[in-house]
């Protein structure tokens, strides 16, 4: 069996890389939660008693949403993933020079 073949059918080395991949999906979500969002929504109804004498309602509303008193808990989550991803990186290489 190559060696190649060999390395990509160990368990370990997958799981390391799912760790790495994992680590760095929740690095990305935790930095692009300080990115405001905006949503934005409307709705249009007709109101009255028949058709004859009903006429066209309408709503439109936009928000922006800024996250600034999430600071703290989103700099622990930042500071956590970092701390996580080089050992799963190590993990990883550590298997591989097995």
């Known amino acids: 069996m190559p060696l190649k073949?060999?390395?990509?059918?160990?368990?370990?080395?997958?799981?390391?890389?799912?760790?790495i991949r994992?680590?760095?999906?929740?690095?990305?979500?935790?930095?692009?939660?300080?990115?405001?969002?905006?949503?934005?929504?409307?709705?249009?109804?007709?109101?009255?008693t028949n058709?004859?004498?009903?006429?066209?309602?309408?709503?439109?509303?936009?928000t922006v949403h800024f996250q600034i008193w999430q600071e703290a808990a989103r700099k622990g989550i930042s500071s956590r993933q970092r701390l996580l991803w080089p050992s799963a990186a190590l993990n990883s290489k550590t298997s591989k020079a097995r």
């Open 22 to 48: 994992a680590a760095e999906h929740t690095l990305a979500a935790a930095r692009d939660e300080r990115l405001p969002s905006l949503s934005v929504s409307g709705d249009y109804g007709d109101i009255g």
């Open 5 to 19: 073949q060999a390395f990509e059918r160990r368990a370990d080395l997958k799981a390391a890389e799912a760790q």
């Open 51 to 62: 058709p004859s004498q009903s006429h066209g309602t309408f709503t439109a509303a936009a």
